[in-house]
């Protein structure tokens, strides 16, 4: 009586085999946390979740040497892609919050104007703040930023440093478009000698700054009434739309080219 054929593991290619272990290892950072760093997050720990929650089975012949020298580099990796996947999410969830005031905004007389871009700032400011503080990926984002600005080996945090690098002008990026559409939509254009983009760097530094603090201390960043409602009545504010209100008017300034419909 002949035996059933034994079915031989597919052999991976080295790309996938890669991904595979670089989400195997982000999943398990996600969930126990950086702590000081991904030492605890050896070839064996993964490959037994990569076993476990995919059922793709990985020995130590088919990584070191082939994809990674050492399971040093493998953990260097694995930082560098939690870096280069920078924390500051936010951006749908905020372009969600604020389209109604885009869609439904006064914009024929400067007056107007800049009451819904304050709308945006009020609205935008909880949107982005809640979105971060609230993403899985933000505490080990910021765990590897903190890592690297304290670490002193150089040669060993080189290539984290410019996956941060990476990742900042990604997310810089997509919200420059987005920034300079709404300053476009409103009649605004950059005070000279500033731009957009010096306008979303600011913007996001002062993001992140809120959110560490909101982190620790939200009675301090939240629930800020200002009179800023119809008539004048309260309204609630965080500090990040506070800050943001305040950088428009200082980075944009009416074009006067402008003009409505455009």
């Known amino acids: 009586m002949s035996s059933a054929p034994h079915r031989r593991t597919p052999r991976r290619s080295r790309k996938e085999l890669r991904r595979l272990l670089v989400e195997a290892g982000t999943e398990l950072l996600l969930e126990e946390g950086l702590g000081t760093g991904a030492e605890h997050l050896t070839f064996k720990r993964v490959f037994e979740h990569l076993e476990s929650t995919a059922g793709v089975r990985v020995t130590n012949a088919s990584v070191i040497g082939r ?71 933000w505490p080990p984002w910021i765990g590897v930023w903190a890592l690297v600005m304290a670490g002193t080996d150089s040669e060993k945090k080189r290539p984290i440093e410019e996956a941060l690098r990476e990742g900042y002008g990604e997310v810089t990026n997509s919200y420059e478009e987005v920034y300079e559409a709404i300053s476009t939509h409103f009649g605004l254009r950059p005070r000279s000698p500033l731009t957009i983009h010096q306008f979303t760097i600011a913007i996001d530094a002062f993001a992140q700054g809120c959110a560490l603090r909101d982190s620790v201390d939200s009675q301090s960043v939240r629930r800020i009434l200002r009179p800023t409602g119809p008539g004048g009545e309260d309204q609630e504010w965080t500090l990040f739309g506070i800050g943001l209100d305040a950088l428009v008017t200082e980075f944009l300034e009416p074009d006067p080219e402008w003009e409505l419909g455009q």
Do not use: H, K, Y
């Not at 580099?73 to 560098?80: A, C, G, K, P, V």
């Not at 870096?83 to 919050?97: K, P």
């Not at 909880?126 to 971060?132: E, I, Q």
């Open 67 to 137: 994809i990674w020298d050492s399971q040093d580099d493998f953990q260097t990796e694995l930082l560098s892609a939690i870096a280069r996947d920078n924390g500051i999410q936010g951006l749908d969830e905020t372009l969600e919050m604020i389209g109604p005031v885009l869609a439904g905004a006064d914009r024929s007389t400067p007056e107007a104007r800049v009451l819904a871009v304050r709308e945006i700032c009020r609205l935008g400011g909880v949107a982005n703040l809640d979105a971060v503080v609230n993403s899985s990926g």
